[in-house]
């Protein structure tokens, strides 16, 4: 019996020291990418973030060289069945959660397209976090996922 406790409690030990592992630290967008789009057009750029951390954030804003503006937006479906977009002066990203920008949910608006956007192309976002700071990304063209 005695043979068996010490590997038991091992065993116990090595589950609950990964159950409090430490989370990975950072911030980080992944998934990232655009609709292709025509100049004077709205375009639209989708990722995840992962927060990391072990702590809450906020995305507060965005910009690009490829529109006027970078504007946090959410499509909702009202009560009529009808779809609408609505800014966002903030998304919150909890702690060790991910947040993903998605065609029909979140996503980042570039308004009024100072040129074309097409599948292939790199644009420019950076995103401005409340904690974590500017985090500039290189974003693909792709046809939708």
């Known amino acids: 019996m005695k043979k068996f406790v010490f590997p038991f409690i ?8 990964s159950a409090c592992a430490p989370s990975s ?11 292709s789009a ?5 375009g639209a750029v989708y990722f ?3 927060n990391g951390t072990d702590k809450a954030d906020a995305l507060i804003s965005a910009s690009t060289d490829v529109a006027s503006s970078a504007e946090t937006h959410m499509t909702m479906v009202n009560s009529q069945d ?4 609505q800014m966002q002066d903030a998304v919150q990203v ?3 959660e991910d947040i993903p920008f998605e065609p029909g949910g979140l996503h980042i608006m570039l308004v009024n397209l100072t040129r074309d956007l097409k599948v292939g192309d790199t644009i420019t976002l950076t995103l401005q976090f409340e904690k974590a700071g500017e985090i500039t990304l290189q974003v ?3 046809e939708q996922p």
Do not use: C, H
Request: a negative charge; glycine letters at 8%; hydrophobic letters at 55%.
């Open 10 to 17: 091992l065993i116990i030990t090595v589950i609950l020291l």
């Open 25 to 35: 630290g950072v911030l980080a967008i992944n998934d990232t990418w655009a609709r």
């Open 38 to 42: 025509f100049t004077g057009d709205n």
């Open 48 to 50: 995840v973030i992962e």
């Open 82 to 85: 009808v779809v609408t977009m």
């Open 94 to 96: 909890p702690a060790g």
């Open 140 to 142: 693909e063209v792709k």
